[in-house]
Each structure stands twice: as C-alpha cells, then as structure tokens.
C-alpha cells in the first residue's frame, strides 16, 4: 500500500513491546508494521501476507459480513458459511411457521436443492483497504468549519470511491478512524443470493438463552450454516434457479485437533463500535443517558413480550427475534454500567484529562492548539444533557418501542401524493405500502403491541418533561383524559395500521380524509417531527464534540508517543490475538478455560425453555457416541474462552489458530467485563466460543448432515 505509514502522520508513534496482546482491534494492513513481531512471538506460524493480501489469496478473502451486524466465515470451496445461531436467527424466523418451526426444530439440508432462499439476507467480502489519509488531510485546514470540512471530506470521497466502484460493480466506502485524524478507502463486494443450510434447534443453538447470556460457564452451540451463491459468471446475481455455489478465493480449513490452555487465538471480523478513548463526561452521558434509556424502557417493554410469547407458540415465534435483539443490549447496558462503576472508569478518565491538560499548558504552541478542547467538551455534553436523555427515551418508547407507531410512517409518501393528485406517486406508494405490509403483519402481534403501546407511552410521559412530548400527547389529555390504557384500546380497535385487514382494505381504497384521522398516523408523524427537532438541537453540540474529541485523541497520541493506538471499532474488518486460558471472576473461583456436555446436562430443566436438552442428544452423550470430536479422555468439548478482544459485530468471527486453522466460533463476551466497549478490562475480559468439534459434532452426530462435514478440509 502506498501509504501505508500514514498512521504515522499525524503523531509519532513507536512500537512498544509492552503493547497488551489481548487488547486492540487492528487494521489487518498494518499488521505487518505494527503486530506481526508479537504474534510471532505468541506462536503464529503465518505470514502477515498469508492473513492480508490484495494481490493473493489471504486469509481475509474467507471472512464476510453476515447480514448487516455479524461476522460470518467461509468453510468450504463450494461458499458453505459458518456464523452464530443468533446471527442467523431472523433469518431462521422469518423462514419459520408454526408448520415448520426450523427456530425449535432445527433444518439441515442434506442436499443442494433442498437449502432455502433466505430473502434479504447478504454477505459481503471485503476485496481491498487503503489508507487515503493525505488525500484527504492535504486539502483541510484549521480555519474550515466543521460543516465546511465535512463537505471537503465528502467531495473527495465521492471521487475515490467512484473510481474504486468500478461502474457499480463495487461497493467503495471512505471511513475515517482516531475520530477523524485517519481514513481509509474500503472496496466490497456484496452477494444478494443467501441460502439457509442448516441450523440446531433453538435448545441446541440458544441453550441457556437470556439466563446465560454474556454469561461463563457456557455450554450453548451458538452456530448456523448458510451458503452464497453467484451468477454462472461468479460474479454477485440476485436469487436464480440457474446461480451457483460461489467459489471463494480462499476457504480455512477446520481443526479437529483441539484446544488447550496457552494456544495462540486470532479473530478476524467485523467488531461493531467501541469508544475507548471517551472522555469523562462522555462515559457519563453513555451510563446515565444512552444506557439509562435502554435499560428501563426494555426492561418494561420485554415483560410484556415475554408474558405474551409463554402464553402463545404462534408469537413466540413472531416475537423470537425481536426479543433476542432487544434483550441483548439491555443486558449489555445493565453489564456495563456495572463494569465501569467497578473499574471506577471515571475517575481513570478525570485523572488522564488532569495530565492532558498540564501537558498542554507546559508548552504555548499546544496551548494554542488544545487549550480549550477539554472545556469545550465539558460544555456541549452538559448543552445537549437533556436533549440526548428525551432523543433516545423517544426512541425506545415510541420509534423502536411501540412498533405500530414507526409502522404507520410508511404512508408518509402516500399522504404527499394523495394531496397533490398525483396518480403514479399514489400508485407507487401503495405498491410499496402493500410490501411493507405484508413484512410487517407476518410477525406482528396487535393485541401485544396495545399493551406495549400504553406502556411506553405512559412511560415517556411520566419520565421526559413536557417540553419534549410529542404533539398527539395533547390527544391523549384532552380526548381521553391521559389515560394511556384507554387511548391505546381505541387506536387498536380502530386505526387503519393496527389490523392487517383494514390496512389492506385502505391499500385498495384508500382515503386523504381517514388516513389524516388515523390516530397512529398522528402519532407517528408528530413522533417523528419531535425526533427530528431534538436532532436539530443538539446538531451544535454534537459537531463540538466530533471536533474536540479528534484534538483531544490527536494530542493524546502526541502526549503518549511510547504507546502503539489501535483505532475503535466502526464495523470495518479487524484482527485481535491472545490465547485460550483461565480467568478468576472474583475472590476463591477460578473459571477453567473450556466447558463439556457434561455441564448441558448439569443445567437441563426440563420446565423452563432456556434449559431444554433435545432426547436426542442426551442418547448421544449416554452412549458417549461422540465420534472422531472427543478430548483424547473421552470428554466431549463444548466452548472454551481466550481474551481475544472483540465487540457486537464480532458474532460468527472464527477463532483461528497459530497454523491459520479454524478451531472455534467467537459468540460472546462475558459478563465480568461489560466494561469493554469503554474500557478494557485486562485481566477478565474473555472472548466466549463454541468449539468447532462441538460445531462438527452435531452437524455429523446428532444431524447426520454428513454432506457438510465433506466439503470442509478438517485437519487432524
């Protein structure tokens, strides 16, 4: 790469052997600058350009973006993809019926034909990287506004990534990293036909459910197959009976040969977001306004979807997906709290900002440069407090929390074109209506939306001040005296969008004068104007922040030159290493590095879902019918844990070893170090991940889908 070295333009930077294995997200480009010495050093036994090549095969070539927030791996030379259960699971769902109930049942194609079109499903292959920072910073300058600069920033961009696009046949993306100090020209290549292969059933794939969720010791298969598939060209084609498995220009191979403490572990995928180099006040709006804003609304809002899903299998499986989605990150929310009040993570980040800032005053040439940076952050976040808190109560109760309200806006077009007469923009909308409606009623409950609906409503109410309400509030008071109850009852009883029957009834006919009536059409709208005004508010202090925080990161580099800085992660590819082991979560426990199906049956409840424990598999373990997967004493391995470092987006990332093997599936972090989207935690932060032996094992043993274990290469 040309530029490769231009990480090291706007600091200087120098290698520090000290640098923590276990922590960092790298750029797999710099790998061979910055890491490669150490993981040497830790056993691996490839070359940085067997792991990234835009020349050759490489490692990176195998690795894909599952869907739009996971990580996924190629296993075979026929596209045969391995990610987590989870990861697949709104896709399982949504192939799912009450009659074919692949989530509780668990489907494996025993042959081509037999794989099934997973409608909207894609994965994506990153082809290249390069670093385009001194295309972009040698047209900048400190006098530009941050408008001014976002738009320079755009117009170079548009012409990178028009001429990488290669006429559409390219998806070319400029992203920047150290909050906006660096930036890279990314080129993918997105696949549309995605074939579901095959799966264990939910007690296999999400056993332990919440319960265990970032929890350790965990014994869960978190795993799912799919399959990509091209034009008779090889090249990306939307879903044909004539496409072809596509074949990848490098497969891993799969080890069967085992786990044992001390092994070298890398990942490579596609970590979601991290920001670890917050400030203080940032850290404190993250706890007490983003997080605080999760917690509490779905807290609420999941009471009310579980009580409905364990009373009724048609919404349970409606629900599944919604559930599992939401609960994550509610979980996550609660966990990192926890976690940076216990690593006093605060106080940390006040003590580093103290040094900042008597770094700076030592010198006049930096006090003229970042003199104010950490006042004018204290400043905007304490500008936009309030703004932030309502922002993203509005959005969990009203925009992602009450599901019928956000529904209603696709008639927004239809509004437009009914009053100005426009007969084919009416026609296009309804056409897109008709769609929307068909997704949307397939896993809609209405009479379980009714009491989200009051819920949240009431909630928003009783925890946002009135400032902040939006306009059919005022609906809500004057017509039905602030009962939330009751005006939810009549929207549902009535409105066009809360029966699929009177929605299509309207999509046939439809009415200006019953549309602008309709109550959650009402609502929505003002929802949304509310959204977009609160936006508009802290636009100021956001793009304050945006710019203080790339001073601050770009001092901080300079003030702590003896320190290697990986950028956070923003769902672009990235490599972590370290090694399988052990960790002690608190005083007297140590938790061993693996798990056996020993601890499935250990934990088997047969009256709680979370806990069931397939007939089939209980024969397979009393038999000790394990096959070729077992440990040399007979044990039969489940997951194991490594303190890689990873975050949402990692899910399905391969655990690879020191000969570039596949020996496990990244599906988790654990509970001790929720921290670590902020703040990594040293020595408890674990990587949790299925075995690949336990992966092979139900795929052969209990599934008999013999068919996928031939096409892999498994090493032994």
């Known amino acids: 790469m040309k530029r490769i070295a231009a990480l090291l333009l706007i600091v200087s930077l120098g290698f520090s052997q000290f640098a923590k294995a276990d922590e960092g997200m790298w750029l797999l480009p710099l790998i061979n600058k910055l890491n490669i010495n150490k993981m040497h050093e830790m056993g691996l036994k490839l070359s940085a350009e067997e792991i990234y090549s835009i020349n050759n095969s ?69 082809k290249s990287m390069e670093d385009v920072t001194e295309n972009i910073n040698s047209a900048l300058n400190e006098k530009m506004t941050e408008e001014e600069r976002a738009e320079k920033i755009r117009e170079i961009t548009k012409e990178l990534t028009t001429k990488a696009s290669e006429d559409g046949r390219y998806n070319a993306i400029v992203e920047d990293y150290f909050e906006g100090n660096q930036f890279f020209l990314i080129v993918y290549e997105k696949f549309e036909d995605v074939r579901f292969v095959g799966a264990p059933p939910s007690s296999i794939g999400k056993f332990g459910h919440d319960t265990d969720n970032w929890m350790w010791p965990r014994h869960t298969g978190d795993f799912s197959m799919f399959r990509v598939y091209c034009g008779p060209d090889g090249k990306p084609a939307k879903y044909s009976k004539d496409n072809k498995p596509y074949q990848p220009a490098h497969h891993l191979p799969v080890s069967v040969k085992g786990v044992k403490k001390e092994d070298f572990a890398m990942t490579v995928g596609f970590p979601g977001s991290t920001n670890r180099y917050l400030t203080s006040w940032g850290i404190v709006e993250r706890m007490e306004i983003i ?42 929310s609660i966990g990192m709290n926890r976690g940076l009040n216990n690593l006093n993570v605060v106080a940390k980040k006040e003590a580093l900002e103290a040094d900042f800032e008597k770094w700076v005053n030592a010198s006049a040439d930096r006090k003229a440069k970042y003199g104010e940076v950490l006042p004018n952050l204290k400043k905007a976040y304490a500008d936009r407090a309030d703004d932030m808190m309502a922002t993203y109560f509005l959005r969990e109760c009203a925009l992602s929390g009450t599901e019928v309200i956000t529904f209603s806006l696709v008639a927004r077009d239809l509004e437009k074109a009914l009053e100005e007469e426009n007969q084919e923009a009416i026609t296009t909308a309804l056409e897109y209506m008709k769609k929307a409606g068909e997704r949307f009623y397939k896993d809609y409950n209405p009479a379980t939306d009714n009491k989200v609906m009051a819920a949240m409503l009431k909630l928003y109410f009783d925890d946002i001040a009135k400032q902040y309400h939006p306009g059919f509030y005022e609906t809500i008071h004057k017509k039905f005296k602030g009962n939330f109850a009751k005006f939810a009852d009549n929207v549902f009883a009535k409105s066009i969008f809360t029966d ?37 508010k802290t636009k100021e202090s956001t793009q304050a922040i945006n710019k203080n925080n790339r001073l601050f990161l770009a001092g901080l580099m300079q003030m702590q030159s003896d320190k290697v800085f990986y950028p956070d992660a923003n769902f672009t590819m990235r490599l972590s290493y370290g090694s399988v082991g052990d960790y002690e979560p608190k005083d007297g426990v140590v938790y061993k590095h693996f798990t056996t199906i020993e601890g499935i049956m250990e934990k088997e409840d047969p009256n709680n879902y979370e806990f069931l424990v397939p007939a089939k598999l209980k024969e397979l373990y009393k038999n000790k019918d394990y096959g ?23 899910s399905g ?64």
């Not at 979807?305 to 349970?316: C, G």
């Not at 929605?503 to 104007?529: H, I, R, W």
């Not at 043993?701 to 068919?707: L, P, Q, R, V």
């Open 291 to 332: 997080n605080h804003s999760r917690i509490k609304p779905r807290g609420i809002k999941q009471e009310i979807w579980n009580a409905d899903m364990s009373a009724d299998e048609k919404v349970r499986i409606q629900y599944a997906s919604k559930y599992a989605g939401s609960s994550n990150y509610w979980k996550n």
């Open 58 to 126: 490489s490692m990176k070539d195998a690795i894909v973006i599952f869907g739009r927030g996971c990580t996924g791996e190629i296993i075979s030379d026929q596209g045969l993809i391995l990610t987590n259960h989870h990861c697949g699971y709104g896709s399982i769902q949504s192939l799912s019926s009450v009659e074919h109930n692949y989530l509780e049942d668990g489907f494996w194609a025993k042959k081509p034909e037999e794989e099934l079109p997973a409608p909207g499903l894609t994965v994506t292959f990153m």
């Open 500 to 536: 699929e029957a009177r929605y299509n009834e309207f999509v046939a006919d439809p009415s200006l004068k019953s549309l602008q009536k309709d109550l959650v059409f009402q609502a929505g709208l003002s929802t949304y104007d509310t959204y977009k005004e609160l936006y508009g």
């Open 628 to 650: 070729q997967y077992a440990n040399a004493d007979g044990t039969m391995p489940v997951c194991f844990t490594t303190n890689n470092d990873i975050t949402g987006g990692n």
């Open 653 to 716: 990332s391969p655990v690879i070893n020191a000969n570039g093997e596949l020996f496990g599936l990244a599906f988790d972090g654990n509970w001790e170090a929720m921290s670590g989207d902020i703040a990594f935690e040293t020595e408890l932060q674990k990587c949790i991940n299925v075995d690949i032996r336990y992966v092979l094992f139900i795929i052969d043993k209990y599934a008999g889908a013999t068919n996928l274990i031939d096409e892999m290469t498994l090493v032994k």
